[in-house]
C-alpha cells in the first residue's frame, strides 16, 4: 500500500472534503458513507476537489498520456482505514468478510445472494390475493365451472420485464376513498370525502412543504403497490417506518402468502425495504419485526440497504400458543431490527421506563 498514512496528507484530505457541505455532518464530521458513494460515481464534484491539490493529485491519481485516472480503491482505502494517528493498522475498521484488503462490500461484492434477488415480487398480501381463479372443463355437464386454487407468485425480471415493473411500479388511482373523524363519545363518524386536507401550519411544524398531505391515511391493497403510489407525495418526508411482515412461517391459518420460500421472501422483503427507503427522511429510521425463521438473512439484506442502530428483542406471552409453534423448543421472543436511513443524521427520543 502507498504510504498514505502521514500526518499532513490527513489533515489535507479533511480541509478538502470539509469544505463541500455534502460531505460533513451537521457536527462537521466527515459524513465517509457518502464520500465512498461520490468516489464510486466519480462525481465531478469529489473529482475536481482532489485534482486542484498538488499532494491529492500525485497520490490518488495515475498519469496516462495526457490524462489523469482517478484511483477509487486507494482512495477508499484511505478513507476507511485512516486513522487519528500513524499507530496505523488496516483491520481496525471493519469488521466483515474480505477478498485481500478489500471488504467485499466495498467492492460491490453481494454478501448475501438468493434467487430472484434481481426480480420485483409482488406478492398479494390480502385475504383476497391469497387465491387464484382458474377455469376447469366438466364433460359431464359439458361446460367450464370457476375453481379457486393457491396463488402463483410472478417474479419480475429488472431488465426481461421492464415494462411489467414499470407498470407496476406506476403511480395508482386510490379508489372508494372515505373520510372518517372523531364524532360524539369518541366513536369514528364517516363523513364525505372530497380532497385531502393540506394543513400549512402543521407542515410548518413538521418542516415540510407547505401543500403536503396532512391526513392520517389507511390504504387496504398491495402494500408495494400502496408504497409506490405514496412515493410522490411522501418521498423523503418520513420519519418512521414500521413493517411488521409474514414470518414465513409456512402457518395456512390465514390465506396471505406466509409460506414463502427463503429466496421469494428474501425478494419479497427487498422490493419493499428499497421503496421504503426513497420514502424516508435522511434522519428516518425504519423498524422490521421479526422471528428466528428469516431473522439473520433479514439482517444481511437491510444492512446492504439501511445503516444499522439496534436489535431488539421481543418478550412473547408463554402459553400453549408458543409451544404449539415448536413443540421441540418453544420460542420465547421476537426480534425489531432497527435501522437508519444516515446513521449520522438519525433522530429519536428514548422513552425510559422505571422497572419494579
Request: hydrophobic content about 35%; proline content about 3%.
Given at each position: 500500500?502507498?504510504?498514505?498514512?502521514?500526518?499532513?496528507?490527513k489533515?489535507?484530505?479533511?480541509?478538502?472534503?470539509?469544505?463541500?457541505?455534502e460531505?460533513?455532518?451537521?457536527?462537521?464530521?466527515?459524513?465517509?458513507?457518502?464520500?465512498?458513494?461520490?468516489a464510486?460515481?466519480?462525481?465531478?464534484?469529489?473529482?475536481?476537489?482532489?485534482?486542484?491539490?498538488?499532494?491529492?493529485?500525485?497520490?490518488?491519481?495515475?498519469?496516462?498520456?495526457?490524462?489523469?485516472?482517478?484511483?477509487?480503491?486507494?482512495?477508499?482505502?484511505?478513507?476507511e482505514?485512516?486513522?487519528?494517528?500513524?499507530?496505523?493498522?488496516?483491520?481496525?475498521?471493519?469488521?466483515g468478510?474480505y477478498?485481500?484488503?478489500?471488504?467485499?462490500i466495498?467492492?460491490?461484492?453481494?454478501?448475501?445472494?438468493?434467487?430472484?434477488?434481481?426480480?420485483?415480487?409482488?406478492?398479494?398480501?390480502?385475504?383476497?390475493?391469497?387465491d387464484?381463479?382458474?377455469?376447469?372443463?366438466?364433460?359431464?355437464n359439458?361446460?367450464?365451472?370457476?375453481?379457486?386454487?393457491k396463488?402463483?407468485?410472478?417474479?419480475?425480471?429488472?431488465?426481461?420485464?421492464?415494462?411489467e415493473?414499470?407498470?407496476?411500479?406506476?403511480?395508482?388511482?386510490?379508489?372508494?376513498?372515505?373520510?372518517?373523524?372523531?364524532?360524539?363519545n369518541?366513536?369514528?363518524?364517516?363523513?364525505?370525502?372530497?380532497?385531502?386536507?393540506?394543513?400549512?401550519?402543521?407542515?410548518?411544524n413538521r418542516?415540510?412543504?407547505?401543500?403536503?398531505?396532512?391526513?392520517?391515511l389507511?390504504?387496504?391493497?398491495?402494500?408495494?403497490?400502496?408504497?409506490?403510489?405514496?412515493?410522490?407525495?411522501?418521498?423523503?418526508?418520513?420519519?418512521?417506518?414500521?413493517?411488521d411482515?409474514?414470518?414465513?412461517?409456512?402457518?395456512?391459518?390465514?390465506?396471505?402468502?406466509?409460506n414463502?420460500?427463503?429466496?421469494?421472501?428474501?425478494?419479497?422483503?427487498?422490493?419493499?425495504?428499497?421503496?421504503?427507503?426513497?420514502?424516508?427522511?435522511?434522519?428516518?429510521?425504519?423498524?422490521?419485526?421479526?422471528?428466528?425463521?428469516?431473522?439473520?438473512?433479514?439482517?444481511?439484506?437491510?444492512?446492504?440497504?439501511?445503516?444499522?442502530?439496534?436489535?431488539?428483542?421481543?418478550?412473547?406471552?408463554?402459553?400453549?400458543?408458543?409451544?404449539?409453534?415448536?413443540?421441540?423448543?418453544?420460542?420465547?421472543?421476537?426480534y425489531?431490527?432497527?435501522?437508519?436511513?444516515?446513521?449520522?443524521?438519525?433522530k429519536?427520543?428514548?422513552?425510559?421506563?422505571e422497572?419494579?
Open positions: 500500500m502507498v504510504e498514505l498514512e502521514t500526518n499532513a496528507l489533515s489535507k484530505v479533511e480541509e478538502l472534503l470539509s469544505s463541500v457541505p460531505f460533513v455532518d451537521s457536527e462537521k464530521h466527515l459524513k465517509v458513507n457518502v464520500i465512498k458513494d461520490y464510486e460515481r466519480g462525481d465531478v464534484k469529489l473529482i475536481e476537489l482532489l485534482l486542484k491539490n498538488k499532494q491529492t493529485k500525485k497520490t490518488f491519481f495515475t498519469p496516462i498520456l495526457d490524462s489523469f485516472v482517478f484511483n477509487t480503491a486507494q482512495f477508499k482505502e484511505f478513507l482505514y485512516n486513522s487519528g494517528c500513524n499507530s496505523y493498522s488496516k483491520y481496525l475498521g471493519q469488521i468478510l477478498s485481500g484488503d478489500i471488504s467485499l466495498d467492492r460491490d461484492e453481494v454478501v448475501l445472494n438468493f434467487p430472484f434477488k434481481d426480480c420485483v415480487l409482488e406478492g398479494g398480501q390480502r385475504k383476497e390475493d391469497g387464484d381463479t382458474y377455469y376447469e372443463f366438466d364433460e359431464k359439458d361446460k367450464y365451472i370457476e375453481r379457486q386454487g396463488r402463483r407468485e410472478v417474479f419480475f425480471n429488472e431488465v426481461l420485464a421492464r415494462d415493473i414499470d407498470n407496476l411500479f406506476s403511480p395508482k388511482a386510490f379508489c372508494n376513498a372515505k373520510r372518517f373523524e372523531l364524532g360524539k369518541k366513536k369514528a363518524k364517516e363523513s364525505e370525502f372530497n380532497s385531502f386536507n393540506r394543513d400549512a401550519e402543521v407542515n410548518k418542516g415540510l412543504a407547505e401543500d403536503t398531505i396532512t391526513d392520517n389507511i390504504v387496504k391493497g398491495n402494500n408495494l403497490l400502496a408504497l409506490q403510489s405514496l412515493k410522490e407525495e411522501f418521498a423523503g418526508k418520513v420519519k418512521l417506518v414500521y413493517i411482515p409474514p414470518y414465513n412461517t409456512g402457518s395456512d391459518d390465514f390465506k396471505y402468502n406466509d414463502f420460500n427463503h429466496s421469494s421472501w428474501l425478494t419479497f422483503m427487498k422490493n419493499r425495504l428499497e421503496t421504503a427507503k426513497e420514502l424516508l427522511s435522511e434522519n428516518g429510521s425504519i423498524f422490521v419485526q421479526c422471528d428466528d425463521n428469516e431473522m439473520a438473512y433479514l439482517q444481511i439484506l437491510m444492512n446492504e440497504i439501511f445503516d444499522f442502530i439496534q436489535i431488539v428483542e421481543i418478550k412473547m406471552n408463554e402459553g400453549a400458543a408458543n409451544e404449539f409453534q415448536n413443540p421441540f423448543m418453544p420460542k420465547n421472543c421476537e425489531g431490527l432497527l435501522y437508519a436511513k444516515n446513521y449520522n443524521a438519525r429519536y427520543k428514548p422513552i425510559w421506563v422497572r419494579d
